[in-house]
């Protein structure tokens, strides 16, 4: 599975960005997407997963800092998934990663460990 994020940029505080993934593999909609970021200095965070469950049934989890003002979402026809990121704040500034998680649980998970294919980042940088 290759992943390519695209997206990023700068952008002011209160201002919005869509992150995008493309991913390669013809299971795309069998697994769970995710997105994490770094900031400098710090590890790695959640920010979203997503798993399809069937017909127009997603589940979504959120990192708390991130809830209601994004959303990830995921287009199987396009081997896509995207984080549209609303209301963003300077602590919001960090390389942005998707991951997929192959294996076959239900549901989506926040564990990074679980995640088997990353891809290459993009950056977000919100100024003040």
């Known amino acids: 599975v290759q992943l390519q994020a695209s997206g990023g940029g700068l952008v002011q505080a209160g201002g919005s960005l869509r992150l995008s993934c493309a991913a390669s593999g013809r299971t795309f909609g069998s697994y769970t997407m995710g997105w994490f970021r770094q900031a400098p200095g710090k590890e790695r965070e959640f920010v979203a997963s997503i798993r399809w469950s069937g017909g127009s049934t997603y589940y979504t989890y959120y990192a708390n800092s991130v809830k209601g003002r994004f959303t990830i979402s995921m287009d199987n026809a396009k081997n896509t998934v995207y984080l549209q990121m609303n209301s963003l704040k300077p602590e919001d500034t960090a390389v942005y990663y998707c991951?997929?998680?192959?294996?076959?649980?239900?549901?989506?998970?926040?564990?990074?460990?679980?995640?088997?294919?990353w891809g290459q980042g993009t950056q977000v940088t919100v100024s003040s």
């Open positions: 991951a997929a998680d192959t294996s076959t649980w239900p549901r989506p998970t926040m564990s990074q460990h679980e995640y088997d294919y």
